[in-house]
């Protein structure tokens, strides 16, 4: 039996689960592995252990026009900062 997700992209909230990291990001990815690995490639998480660091699937976020493999927060900031988000500086 396959799975017909299995390497389409699809959106992930990666955050540290240490607290170490103070951000988190949507990463679009064909599984939370793949997410978290990609979140530490991210600028603002470069310093996030893949260890870790927690994916969680965002389903809300699948369909929004994305560039590449985030979500951009300027694109999306109202959207995102309906669901809880925010920014930080």
């Known amino acids: 039996m396959s799975n ?5 992209p699809r959106a ?6 240490t607290g170490v990291c103070e951000y988190s990001a949507v990463v679009y990815a064909s599984s939370p ?3 978290r690995m990609m979140a530490t490639s991210y600028e603002l998480m470069e310093g ?11 389903p809300d976020a ?3 026009l994305h560039t590449g493999n985030y979500l951009d927060w300027a694109e999306h ?5 309906e669901r809880g988000w925010r920014e930080v500086e």
Not at 48 to 58: G, T, V
Not at 77 to 81: D, G, P, Q
Request: proline share 0%; with cysteine.
């Open 12 to 17: 992930y909230t990666v955050s540290d689960a």
């Open 33 to 35: 592995a793949e997410a």
């Open 77 to 81: 900031s109202e959207w995102l900062i």
């Open 48 to 58: 996030c252990e893949y260890i870790d660091l927690r994916a969680k699937r965002f």
């Open 62 to 64: 699948d369909d929004l």
């Open 4 to 8: 017909t997700n299995q390497g389409t």
